[in-house]
C-alpha cells in the first residue's frame, strides 16, 4: 500500500480484524472506531488511509467493504464521554466497542497508532497502520464515512455552523460560529476553544 516498512504480523489465521479511529480532533460530535475482518477470497481494490481518498471514492469502498468483508462494525464514544474520560481514554473505548460488535470473532487485531485499546483479543499496533495494512485502511475508510455522515446530518439541524464543510474540525469557520452561535450540546466542553465561550 504504501513506502513504508512492511508489517510483520505474528498471525496467520483468517480472523484479523483491522481497527482504527476518526475524530479526535473536531470540537463536535462522536469519535468513531471501525473493525474490519475482510475475506482474503474476496479482496477490494484500492483500499488505502481514508484520508488520502475523494468524498466520492470513500463512499464506493465503504459500500463495497459492506459487501465482502467477513465482518465489519462500528463503535463510538460521545461527546460526554470524551468529556468524562478524555479524547485519549474515549478513543480506546470506541474501538473496544467495535471489536466488540463484530459479528464474527476477532482472533487478532492490528490497531492504527501506537497504543493498544486494552482488549482481551491479541494483537499489535501499526503506525500509519491505515497506509500499511489493508484491514486498517479498511476501518479508516468506514469510520471516516459514518462520522462524516453523522456531521452531514448535524448540518441539516444547524447550518450555520458549517458541518457539512468542516466536519467539526477547528477551522476558523467553526470557531468564528461558535463564539456568534454558542455552544451545541454536541459540542465536546472539554476542548478549549468550546470551554471558554460556557459559563464559569
Keep these: ?11 496467520q489465521g483468517t480472523c484479523l480484524a483491522g481497527v ?4 479526535r480532533g473536531p470540537l463536535v460530535g462522536s469519535v468513531v472506531a471501525a473493525a474490519v475482518i475482510l475475506d482474503p477470497a474476496r479482496p477490494i481494490e484500492g483500499l488505502a488511509d481514508s484520508k488520502t481518498l475523494s468524498e466520492k471514492r470513500r463512499l464506493v469502498l465503504a459500500e463495497a467493504i459492506r459487501q465482502h468483508a467477513t465482518a465489519f462494525a462500528i463503535g463510538e464514544a460521545s461527546p460526554a464521554e470524551i468529556d468524562t474520560h478524555n479524547i485519549y481514554h474515549a478513543t480506546h473505548l470506541a474501538m473496544r466497542r ?6 464474527v470473532a476477532a482472533e487478532y487485531l492490528l490497531v492504527d497508532g501506537n497504543r493498544m485499546p486494552g482488549h ?8 500509519k497502520g491505515d497506509q500499511r495494512h489493508v484491514a486498517i485502511g ?8 459514518t462520522r462524516d455522515a453523522q456531521m452531514f446530518a448535524l448540518h441539516e439541524c444547524y447550518p450555520e455552523y458549517g458541518f ?3 466536519k467539526g474540525y477547528p477551522t476558523r469557520e467553526h470557531c468564528e ?3 456568534r452561535l454558542g ?16 459559563p464559569v
Excluded: N, W
Excluded at 482504527?20 to 475524530?23: I, N, P, S
Excluded at 482481551?120 to 503506525?127: D, E, K, L, M
Design 183 to 198: 455552544p451545541l450540546d454536541e459540542h465536546r466542553r472539554s476542548f478549549a476553544p468550546v470551554k471558554k465561550l460556557l
Design 20 to 23: 482504527d479511529e476518526v475524530g
Design 164 to 166: 457539512a464543510r468542516h
Design 177 to 179: 460560529a461558535l463564539e
Design 1 to 11: 500500500m504504501t513506502g513504508l516498512p512492511p508489517l510483520v504480523i505474528d498471525y
Design 98 to 103: 467495535a471489536i466488540d460488535a463484530l459479528p
Design 138 to 145: 479498511a476501518a479508516s475508510i468506514l469510520a471516516k464515512v
Design 120 to 127: 482481551h483479543v491479541p494483537g499489535q499496533c501499526a503506525v
